[in-house]
C-alpha cells in the first residue's frame, strides 16, 4: 500500500505576478493550457509535467475533495491599492510524487507574499501533520504535537 499526502496551501501572490509565472500556475491548477516553457520544477527528472495542482474530484485518500481556486483579493487591497491573488489548494499527493510537488510548492512560495502560517502537509502513513511556515527566506514544515504533549528531548539532553 502507498503512501499518500494531504497537502493545503492558502497563500497570497502579488497582484503584479508576472504573467509567465501567473500562465503556469494556471496550468498547475488545471484553468490554463500547459505553457511552454515550466519554471516550477525540473519535470523531466520525474517523468514529464503534469497538472500538480489541479482539482475538483474527490481525493483518493482523505476525507473530503482535492480542490484548487485562484481569484483576485478584491475586498484585500495592499497599499498601493493593488488586488493580490489569493490562492487555495487542497490535494491528495502519492508519495512517489510528493518531491516534485514541493519543489512545486517552493517555486509557488517564492511568489507568494504571505509569512507565517501557509498550509500543512498530513502524512496518511504515520498520521503526522506538518505545518507550512512561509519566512522571507523560503519555507518550512514543523512538526505539530498534541496540545499540552511536551517537546521531548534527546537522552543526550536529560539531566
Known amino acids: 500500500m502507498s503512501d499518500y499526502y494531504d497537502l493545503f496551501l492558502a497563500v497570497d501572490l502579488p497582484p503584479d505576478l508576472p504573467e509567465p509565472a501567473l500562465l ?10 500547459r505553457p511552454t516553457e515550466l519554471k516550477s520544477a525540473d519535470w523531466e527528472s520525474w517523468g514529464g509535467p503534469w497538472q500538480a495542482f489541479a482539482g475538483g474530484s474527490a481525493s483518493h485518500s482523505f476525507g473530503g475533495a482535492d480542490v484548487s481556486l485562484l481569484v483576485r483579493a478584491v475586498d484585500r487591497p495592499d497599499p498601493d491599492g493593488g488586488e493580490p491573488w489569493a490562492l487555495t489548494v487542497r490535494t491528495c499527493v502519492h508519495e512517489d510524487d510528493f518531491g516534485v510537488t514541493m519543489d512545486v510548492v517552493e517555486w509557488l512560495l517564492r511568489h507568494a507574499t ?9 502524512d496518511s502513513a504515520l498520521d503526522r501533520v506538518q505545518h507550512l ?27
Open 24 to 33: 503556469e500556475l494556471r496550468w498547475l491548477l488545471g484553468q490554463e493550457e
Open 114 to 122: 504571505t509569512q507565517g502560517w501557509a498550509g500543512f502537509v498530513r
Open 133 to 159: 511556515v512561509c519566512h522571507e527566506g523560503g519555507f518550512d514544515l514543523v512538526d505539530v504535537r498534541p496540545a499540552g504533549e511536551r517537546p521531548r528531548r534527546p537522552p543526550s539532553a536529560r539531566p
